[in-house]
């Protein structure tokens, strides 16, 4: 179970991963060894962790890359795009718009871009806490409703999303030992 618990915790520390693509992993490879509720808890937990990290380190980071040129040139324009994409929301819902980015569970969206566009637009630390778990629990409920759609049949087995998450299942036999 141990082994589980950290390969669930691996799977949404990856960038552009998070527990988007570990909430169906432990969903549908992991059955014999976690519940659902249990994938569901673990991977929920482990995105709010990595989104106050990222927000933690952003400061002591930026301060030592920004020293170096190659940083200022290759690096911080990466950077500023994504403070650019994340502005909107904040203009328009405040810190509530940093919750939605962050809970739209689609590529681009989730903790480290959330963490950095926060960071990049000066959000507090409280208000960034309050924005990561919410956003983090809007994107958990999102992909928990769809795991159990198709794991209910709801969406068909010919469906493209259950041909995609059941297919995990089938090539992952090995690590529900």
């Not at 170096?68 to 203009?91: D, I, K, N, Q």
Request: with cysteine; hydrophobic share 55%.
């Amino acid at each position: 179970m141990l082994k589980a618990v950290l390969l669930l915790t691996a799977w949404t520390f990856v960038p552009a991963l998070e527990l988007r693509a570990s909430i169906p992993f432990g969903f549908f490879s992991m059955r014999d060894t976690l519940a659902w509720p249990a994938v569901v808890a673990i991977c929920t937990v482990a995105n709010i962790v990595l989104g106050w990290l990222v927000f933690v380190v952003m400061g002591p980071l930026f301060t030592l890359l920004r020293r170096w040129p190659w940083f200022e040139r290759r690096g911080w324009p990466v950077l500023e795009r994504t403070r650019h994409r994340l502005h909107p929301y904040v203009e328009k819902y405040g810190e509530m718009g940093v919750a939605i980015f962050i809970g739209i569970p689609l590529p681009g969206s989730g903790v480290y871009t959330g963490a950095f566009g926060s960071y990049l637009l000066g959000l507090d630390r409280r208000k960034f806490a309050v924005a990561n778990v919410l956003g983090v629990l809007i994107a958990a409920a999102a992909v928990t409703a769809l795991c159990l759609l198709i794991q209910h049949g709801v969406l068909g087995e010919e469906s493209w999303l259950a041909k995609l998450f059941l297919k995990l299942r089938e090539g992952q036999g090995a690590l529900a030992d």
